[in-house]
């Protein structure tokens, strides 16, 4: 997942977000008509903006945007129970109308299975300091509450696992720094949060840390880029977040920080930004003790794609210097096949296949940037059409 794209529109596996730390008919082009208001109408193109799949199930979740209209009734929230091959449309989140701009307040989604997830609000509270509010739900979109994981709080990153949602939080005054990172830990299905030890190790890369967990496990990445040697750090907890070790890894070396993608507690990738719209990605076997690189790969060469692990023996990409390519591949030391040619020459923002044969692609429009494309495969990407409302 290495495109340039918007800023944690999708979850950390997604090389979109992490190089900037950023009803199916074929073909069409949709228009919308909102509700009338005490204002003008506004007629606008709808535009999927963040695709989530749930968990490992089979469910995904599409947020469309309008092109021209930033209130609440011009953004839909969709969901498939087959992997992209038919939709339908749940409730959205009761977030605040965004004034200027082109995308809503909605900065991501997460489902940790198919009914319970969260969305992530992005609001502004007066001051000069930004402030994300939570929204979540236990019954697959049908209705959302707000949801404070601790008082006076930024949260900084979210993850999940099957049992249980992580979020990090900061402490923000109105003035000045933010401070005092929390580890916060949720069990899927309920709205109690509790505070974990944060490795102490980690407490001075702050910002910088990306999060990702697989059952009881928990890894935390840092890149220092203050002092040399420049050190990128990897904690790992087998325990669900309640203690961690902390290791340097050389491998996963950064301009920011990798994301680390588990497919299983011991097969792990990792997408790493490396600046000027290229990046890494690499491959551990083991939980992250040990991590392959091949700097002269398609791996090691990688520029504006996306990147989707789908099993302990298979992940999808595309490299963003063969933008018309969907390859697949088993290991780093694996060389990647070519599976399918993609739909036109566009740049590609996020990839989700649910299982070997269903998924879907999101991409920038042919001229580029928003409004986006949706796409969908039912034969492991071999053939595409466009998704619409």
């Known amino acids: 997942m290495l495109t340039l794209r918007g800023l944690r529109r999708t979850k950390a596996s997604r090389f979109v977000a992490s190089l900037l730390t950023p009803l199916i008919l074929a073909g069409l082009t949709l228009t919308y008509l909102p509700p009338t208001s005490s204002s003008a109408t506004v007629l606008s193109v709808m535009s999927p903006a963040i695709v989530a799949r749930a968990g490992s199930s089979d469910v995904l979740y599409v947020l469309w945007e309008s092109t021209s209209c930033h209130l609440q009734r011009c953004i839909r929230l969709e969901r498939s129970v087959n992997g992209g091959h038919t939709f339908s449309r749940v409730a959205v989140p009761p977030v605040a109308p965004v004034l200027g701009g082109n995308t809503s307040p909605i900065g991501s989604l997460y489902f940790a299975n198919p009914l319970d997830g969260y969305a992530e609000e992005f609001s502004s509270t007066g001051s000069r300091w930004s402030t994300t509010t939570l929204f979540v739900t236990f019954d697959g979109g ?11 709080t930024v949260v900084t990153g979210m993850t999940y696992s099957s049992r249980f ?4 939080t900061a402490q923000c005054p109105t003035k000045g720094r933010c401070s005092h990172e929390l580890l916060n830990r949720s069990k899927v299905g309920t709205t109690k949060w509790t505070r974990l030890a944060f ?5 001075k890369y702050f910002g910088s840390e990306q999060i990702s967990a697989y059952q009881s496990k928990v890894w935390l990445m840092a890149q220092d880029q203050v002092s040399k040697p420049f050190s990128p750090f990897l904690a790992t907890s087998l325990n669900s977040g309640v203690s961690f ?6 491998e996963l070396s950064s301009v920011n920080s990798c994301a680390v993608l588990p497919i299983s507690s011991e097969v792990l990738w990792a997408t790493c930004d490396q600046g000027n719209m290229h990046g890494d990605v690499v491959f551990s ?12 790969s398609q791996l090691g060469q990688f520029s504006f794609g996306v990147f989707e692990p789908v099993s302990k023996s298979t992940a999808y990409f595309i490299n963003g210097m063969y933008p018309q390519t969907l390859f697949r591949v088993r290991s780093e030391a694996a060389t990647p096949i070519a599976v399918a040619k993609m739909p036109n020459k566009l740049n590609w923002m996020s990839l989700d296949f649910t299982n070997g044969r269903q998924g879907v692609a999101l991409s920038e429009s ?21 998704v619409t409302l």
């Open 245 to 250: 070790t902390v290791a340097v890894q050389p």
């Open 366 to 386: 042919s001229g580029g940037g928003f409004p986006y494309i949706l796409w969908r495969t039912e034969d492991g990407g071999k053939r595409w059409s466009r």
């Open 285 to 296: 076997p083991d939980g992250g003790a040990r991590w392959q690189f091949n700097q002269k």
């Open 142 to 152: 049908k209705s959302w509450g707000r949801q404070d994981v601790a008082a006076r």
């Open 165 to 168: 949602f992580y979020a990090m």
């Open 199 to 203: 490795p102490k190790q980690m407490l």
